[in-house]
Nanobody, 119 residues
């Protein structure tokens, strides 16, 4: 199983930007599609974005489309989530995940990184 470690969360104001990183180890990173999910207090975990193994396919939740960008650096074994124009409703713990493709991201999860957006 792949090991994942997220970083880059923090406290920002509405309209600000953050870039989350997720470093992978343990398995060949290039073999994995990667994704980001988030969980707000009292809510279920929800899909945010996903990217295929070589980056040709990227999917986004409607709530973040046009504001968030997922990218994957296979040379650095890292996946990123660039978050722009942040809103208070983006406040959540963000998790990265790995899988065989963008719709099966269940081969490994990170511990999460907190993102808090103040109004």
């Amino acid at each position: 199983q792949v090991q994942l470690v997220e970083s880059g969360g923090g406290l920002v104001q509405a309209g600000d930007s953050l870039r989350l990183s997720c470093a992978a180890s343990g398995r060949t990173f290039i073999n994995y599609a990667m994704g980001w999910f988030r969980q707000a207090p009292g809510k279920e975990r929800e899909f945010v974005a996903a990217i295929s193994r070589f980056g040709r396919t990227r999917n986004y939740a409607d709530s973040v489309k046009g504001r968030f960008t997922i990218s994957k650096d296979n040379a650095k074994n890292t996946v990123y989530l660039q978050m722009d124009s942040l809103k208070p409703e983006d406040t959540a713990v963000y998790y990265c995940a790995a899988g065989i493709d963008t719709t099966h991201l269940n081969d490994g999860w990170g511990q999460g990184t907190q993102v808090t957006v103040s109004s």
